[in-house]
């Protein structure tokens, strides 16, 4: 019989199985912890705005008519300015090699989809035009109602109710989804953490794991190349992914927990025993080719 008084799994701890078979277990973001970076983005687009508003007035300090220039100036930056930073900022960085933000990076989150495939663009574009309907869309048209004196109660409360609905909508799912999410495929989740210790650095690494040459030969030149592009990239969960992925392949049993010092292990140990049998003829391009 189960213990009662044990621990609950946490709620928040997704079953997330890779293309590879690997499952990374990963944890989802908060509501708090997504509401914290769509902050830090808004804060950055405004910063940017900002910056290019000071820039237009004092370019245009000393012109003839410069009041009324600037002020149109002004307008223009923030009106169209806004729109096009904020549908190229979102998606530009969810379509990067670390799928998230600035604001997302700080708060150590990323955009993963949710069949455990590679996040397509697709989907970014789909998660971030839901966006504009949710939350910019509504607040620009009342922005500008109000300052042309047309909006009364009836259409701010509207408004208001429209954005509040949508921005309340990841309370009341256990994913904690935005309607973005929904349509696109898509969760936000803690990036896994992997531990870095001093031996990242050097060459300390490289005694810490001994491969056999059973272990080595799981693998060929192409599988090569492609682990030398993670390392490369430095993304922290294709690291993750891969080197599950390689421990599970060669059934590994040895020190645990460091990715990036087991990855640079294998990858020299890898290396060498291919260059070595190529010294003797013997080349093996992938791990679909007898050895």
Known sequence: MADRHAPAARSDLREFVTPEGVDLGLHLGSVGERAGAFVLDLLIIGGVLLAFTLVAIFMLIGAA???????QAVAAIWLLGFFVLRNFYFTAFELGTRSATIGKRVMKLRVVARDG???SGHAVVARNAMRELEFFLPLSFLAYESSQGLADFAMSAAGLLWSGGFLLFPLFNRDHMRVGDLIAG???VRLPRRQLGASVVGHEALDRYAFTDQQLVAYGEFELQKLEEVLRRQDEL???VVARTIRTRIGWIGPD???LAFL???YAAL???LERGMLFGKRRRDKHEAA
């Open 65 to 71: 008519s410069s009041g009324p220039v600037a002020l």
């Open 117 to 119: 495939r590679r996040l």
């Open 186 to 188: 898509t969760w936000v």
């Open 238 to 240: 294709a690291m993750i």
């Open 257 to 259: 927990g460091d990715e």
């Open 264 to 266: 640079r292990a294998y």
């Open 271 to 273: 290396c060498t025993r």
